[in-house]
């Protein structure tokens, strides 16, 4: 079995456990395209180095690589496909990763809102109110930013203030209750899309200026000039720069924070959380709860109360 063909089986293989594997996808194709259609026993380990550890790929991508590679050639260990994987061990030495997610201040969520009118000029290609929404229903539903790009019309109950989010990660479906505020600031852009775009049902709910569908590289850019718009960056290169995708995260913390400030029972509601968030078990929303000095500072005073309590039993 050459290379292509065992990519491919590890590729159905995947999408069979229920993801959509496109990013991996397309690497192991490259990869495949690199060493040729040689017997997949014959790829060596500087094979394999060369592609990792190409001039100019950054320490972020090579780690992504690694872990891609590695996992595919598992695969075909433990399928009797090779007798040992080709992995390297000496390539560039990778540190722990050093990226954290970005969680936004609710002083920082207010720049970027004030800021979208100056981000949604004449000639860009999203206009405000379509910006605007998508910001919130990402941070105030807690939405995948591929999550909001699918949805369409007919996703939207306006009267019961519920959207239907349809096949997300891992082709899960699940229905997303919205708070008063946010389902006005829908209602509010539903009857102004409607008066420029399509009202098909089966139509995109979210469109750019010219009625096509809003694509993920659009939004990415004009997240990016909104961000700067609104001066928030951190320290470090672009690849460091705070991200669409925190927004959902942020929403998690301020959530679970204000969860501890009122006493609640976490127990009962973490639960609850994954389940909004769409996530398959609570170890998915675990990783979403950066300690922040507010999540930190309000856990450290749940735990004085019960150390108190104890003192006194």
Known sequence: MNAAQAIAEYIVHQRCLGKRFHWDDWLLTAFGNSVGSIPLCEIGPDMVRHFLDRKGTSEGTVRKKYGILDRFFRFAVARHLLKASPMPQNIRKLGPSSFARYIYSNAELKQLLAAVPLACGPHSKIDGHTLRTFLLLLYGAGLRRGEALHLKLSDVDEPQSLIHVRGAKFFKSRIVPLDASVNTVLQEYLTKRRKHNSRDLDSPLFCKRSGEPLTG?????????????????????????????????????HRVTSWYRQGADLNDLLPKLATYLGHKDLSGTQRYLTMTPELLAEASLRFEAFARRSDHD
Not at 219 to 237: C, E, H, K, S
């Open 217 to 253: 590289s659009a939004i990415a850019r004009a997240f990016r000039r909104l961000r700067a718009i609104a001066g928030i960056r951190r320290d470090g290169g672009s690849r460091r720069q705070p991200r669409l995708h925190d927004l959902r995260h942020s929403a998690a913390v």
